[in-house]
T-cell receptor
Framework: DTEVTQTPKHLVMGMTNKKSLKCEQHMGHRAMYWYKQKAKKPPELMFVYSYEKLSINESVPSRFSPECPNSSLLNLHLHALQPEDSALYLC?????????????FGDGTRLSIL | GQQVMQIPQYQHVQEGEDFTTYCNSSTTLSNIQWYKQRPGGHPVFLIQLVKSGEVKKQKRLTFQFGEAKKNSSLHITATQTTDVGTYFCAGPDRDNFNKFYFGSGTKLNVKP
């Protein structure tokens, strides 16, 4: 069981579509993360929100747009993606965002771009 | 950014054999974390090491942090099929304490 919930679990979209990935946690954590993971590779950090403010953007292309409506929710808006963006997208949370805190991951959204 | 390397990339063992994965950083780490990701699953936090030379045990798993805080290891005694997965270490970025990078990972396969 995971305390970080991601929807949808799978998503197939065309390059012209607009879709959103959603993430929710109810552990009272104030930091939330988006990672991208390609097959047989480690998770790569994309964005970090701390206290609902974007604190880290790892030079992610603008076709990925994060949003943190409140401390429990994190969205990733997708538009005009490329086939190489196909990957597992993981959401995670931690207490306040310091790297000395464990991160709790959701099950991920497996995204395929046609 | 911080680069954390892990070896080996893959390890195939017979059930009951021991397994070790090593994590090396080019710079001193304030702390290091270990995660396990089962096939088709998500990373799950195992442990965090903070002190120089620290050793922690979780049943058959032994975690060590090097004296110089630049390397770490995870040792599994008498592997079981439930140990199958990819083990990642993760360390903080030297310039930004609020982010950390995952090591390249070691994929463990255990043959029954």
């Amino acid at each position: 069981d995971t305390e970080v919930t991601q929807t949808p679990k799978h998503l197939v979209m065309g390059m012209t579509n607009k879709k959103s990935l959603k993430c929710e946690q109810h552990m009272g954590h104030r930091a939330m993360y988006w990672y991208k993971q390609k097959a047989k590779k480690p998770p790569e950090l994309m964005f970090v929100y701390s206290y609902e403010k974007l604190s880290i953007n790892e030079s992610v292309p603008s076709r990925f747009s994060p949003e943190c409506p409140n401390s429990s929710l994190l969205n990733l808006h997708l538009h005009a993606l490329q086939p190489e963006d196909s990957a597992l997208y993981l959401c995670a949370s931690s207490q306040t965002g310091n790297s000395n805190q464990p991160q709790h991951f959701g099950d991920g959204t497996r995204l395929s771009i046609l | 950014g911080q680069q954390v390397m892990q070896i080996p990339q893959y390890q195939h063992v017979q059930e009951g054999e021991d397994f070790t994965t090593y994590c090396n950083s080019s710079t001193t780490l304030s702390n290091i974390q270990w995660y396990k990701q089962r096939p088709g699953g998500h990373p799950v936090f195992l442990i965090q090491l903070v002190k120089s030379g620290e050793v922690k045990k979780q049943k058959r798993l032994t975690f060590q942090f090097g004296e110089a805080k630049k390397n770490s290891s995870l040792h599994i005694t008498a592997t079981q099929t439930t140990d199958v997965g990819t083990y990642f270490c993760a360390g903080p970025d030297r310039d930004n304490f609020n982010k950390f990078y995952f090591g390249s990972g070691t994929k463990l396969n255990v043959k029954p």
